[in-house]
C-alpha cells in the first residue's frame, strides 16, 4: 500500500506497472514524461518545504502527523521522528484543544483558514505565538484526505507590537514635543505636545519641511545637526530658537537621535522639543534683579568698608582690644559680601557677553599663595598645605584665575570638617599646569557631579541644609576657565572627599 503523500513512492510504482503492461515506446516516452514532470515537481515542493522559514505540517483527518520539517523543528523543538506517527494534539495546550475540532469542521465545509493567530506548546513547555494556514489535502476525487498546517512563529512580531503600543502611548502622553523627520529633513511624525507647542497640526506637518518651524537666520543650524546624526552622534539639550504657527518666537531645548534601521543605518532623526520660553524669561528677570542689585550694593558696601577700616585703625592706636575684634570680624564679612557681589556681577557680564579676559603672564604659586592668605583670615580652623612649584610663570587673566582659586579654596573650606585638611598643588605637565584643591570633606555623589557646575545649582542634602550659598561659585569657575580655552574636573566619592582639577598653560 502506497501513501498517498509520498511521491516518490508513487513514481516509481508507475514505472514498475508501465513495464508490466509491455506499453509500446511511444507510450512509454510519454509516461516517461510526465513522471519526469512530476519528479522535478516533487524536488521543488521538498525543496521549498525544507528551506521554509516557517513550520509546514500535514495530518491525516485523525490528526496524526505525516510529514514534519526542519522548521518546525527549530519552531517546536521536536525532531521529524519524534513528531511523525504522533498526535498532533501534542503541540496543543489542553485550554486550546477545541480549536482541532473547530478547524478540521471549516475544513470539511471547505473553509481555507488564513492567518489563524493563537499559541502552540514547545516540547520544553513553553508556549510560542503562531499564525496557522491550514488548507485541506485532497485526493484525485477531490476528497479531503488530510490536512496541511503553515505554522509562523510571531512571537517577535507581538512583542513588537506591544513595545509600539506602549511607545506610542508614551509619545502622545508626554509634554515635550517628539518629531521624527528623515534625512531630507521632511516631518514623519508629530505629536499631540507638538501640536500644542508649535501650533500647527500633524496634517500641516507631516510631509513638510522642518524648515517650516526654523527662523530665517537659524536655518544654519539644520545642515550641522544632520551632519553631526549622520555619524551617530546624539544632540543632548541643544538649546535654540523655533517659530510657531502664529509667528512668535519661543525658546525650545532640542535632544535629537538618530533612527537606524536593522542594520546600523542611520535613515531618520528623532526630536524632543521643550517649551523654555518662560524658564528663559524667568532667568532673564533673575539676571537683572541680580545686576541691578548687585550694582546698587557695590557703592555703599565699598563706603562701609572703609569707614570699618578706618575705625579698626583707630581702635588698634587705641588698643581697645573688644572693638578691634569685633572690628576685625565686620572687616572679614565686608569681604565676604564684596567677593559675592563680584561674583553676581561677573555672572551678569558673562550672561550679557560682556566679560572680557586681560591676558598676560603671572606667577601661578605666588597667586596661590596670595588667595590661600585671603581664604586664611576667614577660618582658623582648617589646615592649608601648598605642594608643588616655587616659581611657575603661567598665562591668563590673573584676577580672574584669582576668583576661580578663591571660590575652589572657599568650597573646599565650607564642605570640609573643622581641622579637615585642605591641599592645592600646582605641577608642570608639557606647555601647562595643572592646579588641584582637594579636601576630605563631605564627598559629591557621581549623580550630583553631572549637575554641579550648573547656574544656581546647589546639592541637597541633609549636610548641606546649613552651608550657605547661592549655587553661582563653581558655575563661575567653569565659565572663566572655558574663557581661558580649560576646563574643571571634579574627582569625589560620598565621605571621602574632593578634588577639582583644572590646567592653565605657561607663558613659555
Not at 480549536?99 to 493563537?118: A, M
Not at 523627520?181 to 507631516?206: C, H, P, Q
Not at 596661590?368 to 616659581?391: M, P, Q, R, W
Request: one cysteine or more; proline letters at 2%.
Amino acid at each position: 500500500m502506497i501513501e498517498s503523500n509520498d511521491i516518490a513512492a508513487v513514481i516509481n510504482e508507475l514505472e514498475k506497472l508501465a513495464l508490466d503492461l509491455n506499453l509500446d515506446n511511444e507510450k512509454l516516452l510519454r509516461l516517461n514524461a510526465v513522471l519526469k514532470t512530476a519528479e522535478e515537481k516533487n524536488a521543488i515542493l521538498q525543496s521549498i518545504n525544507e528551506s521554509s522559514d516557517d513550520a509546514i505540517i500535514s495530518k491525516n483527518l485523525e490528526g496524526i502527523i505525516t510529514s514534519w520539517n526542519s522548521s518546525a523543528s527549530r519552531i517546536f523543538g521536536y525532531t521529524a521522528e519524534e513528531m511523525i506517527g504522533v498526535s498532533i494534539l501534542r503541540l496543543i495546550p489542553a485550554h486550546l484543544q477545541h480549536e482541532e475540532t473547530e478547524i478540521i469542521s471549516k475544513l470539511h465545509r471547505g473553509i481555507k483558514i488564513n492567518h489563524f493567530e493563537t499559541r502552540r506548546m514547545r516540547k520544553d513547555g513553553s508556549l510560542v505565538a503562531v499564525s496557522l494556514t491550514i488548507s485541506p489535502i485532497l485526493n484525485y476525487k477531490g476528497v479531503i484526505i488530510g490536512v496541511s498546517k503553515i505554522a509562523r512563529d510571531i512571537t517577535d512580531r507581538l512583542s513588537a507590537e506591544v513595545n509600539s503600543k506602549r511607545l506610542s502611548a508614551i509619545i502622545e502622553s508626554s509634554d515635550d514635543a517628539i518629531i521624527s523627520k528623515d534625512l531630507n529633513s521632511i516631518v514623519t511624525s508629530w505629536n499631540e505636545s507638538a501640536v500644542r507647542i508649535f501650533g500647527y497640526n500633524a496634517e500641516e506637518m507631516i510631509g513638510q519641511s522642518i524648515l517650516k518651524i526654523i527662523p530665517q537666520d537659524r536655518l544654519d543650524e539644520e545642515p550641522k545637526i544632520l551632519s553631526q546624526l549622520s555619524q551617530g552622534i546624539r544632540v543632548d539639550h541643544f538649546e535654540t530658537i523655533r517659530r510657531r504657527k502664529d509667528g512668535r518666537l519661543i525658546d525650545v531645548s532640542l535632544t535629537i537621535s538618530p533612527i537606524k534601521d536593522s542594520t546600523g543605518r542611520v535613515i531618520g532623526l528623532s526630536k524632543i522639543a521643550r517649551d523654555i520660553t518662560e524658564k528663559k524669561q524667568a532667568d532673564k528677570k533673575k539676571e537683572e534683579f541680580i545686576g541691578l542689585v548687585s550694582h546698587e550694593l557695590k557703592t555703599p558696601l565699598t563706603s562701609l568698608r572703609s569707614y570699618v577700616q578706618v575705625a579698626l585703625f583707630k581702635a588698634r592706636n587705641e588698643k581697645n582690644e573688644f572693638i578691634d575684634k569685633a572690628l576685625s570680624k565686620a572687616e572679614i564679612q565686608t569681604k565676604k559680601m564684596e567677593a559675592m557681589i563680584r561674583d553676581f556681577l561677573n555672572i551678569s557680564k558673562m550672561d550679557d557677553g560682556q566679560l572680557r579676559l586681560n591676558l598676560n603672564p603671572f606667577d601661578l604659586p605666588a597667586l596661590i599663595n596670595n588667595c590661600l592668605s585671603d581664604v586664611t583670615i576667614t577660618t582658623s580652623k582648617h589646615h592649608f598645605n601648598y605642594i608643588g612649584e616655587a616659581h611657575a610663570m603661567a598665562i591668563g587673566d590673573a584676577e580672574k584665575i584669582s576668583l576661580v582659586l578663591i571660590n575652589l579654596i572657599s568650597n573646599a573650606v565650607k564642605y570640609s570638617p573643622e581641622g579637615g585638611e585642605i591641599s592645592i598643588t600646582c605641577q608642570k605637565q608639557d606647555k601647562a599646569f595643572t592646579v588641584s584643591v582637594k579636601d576630605n570633606g563631605i564627598g559629591i555623589s557621581k549623580e550630583e557631579q553631572k549637575f554641579l557646575f550648573r547656574k544656581f545649582y546647589r546639592i541637597q542634602s541633609e549636610q548641606t541644609r546649613t552651608i550657605s550659598g547661592f549655587g553661582i561659585g563653581l558655575y563661575l569657575v567653569y565659565a572663566i576657565l572655558e574663557l581661558h580655552g580649560t576646563c574643571i574636573r571634579v574627582e569625589s566619592e560620598i565621605g571621602k572627599g574632593s578634588t577639582f582639577v583644572f590646567q592653565i598653560k605657561t607663558a613659555d
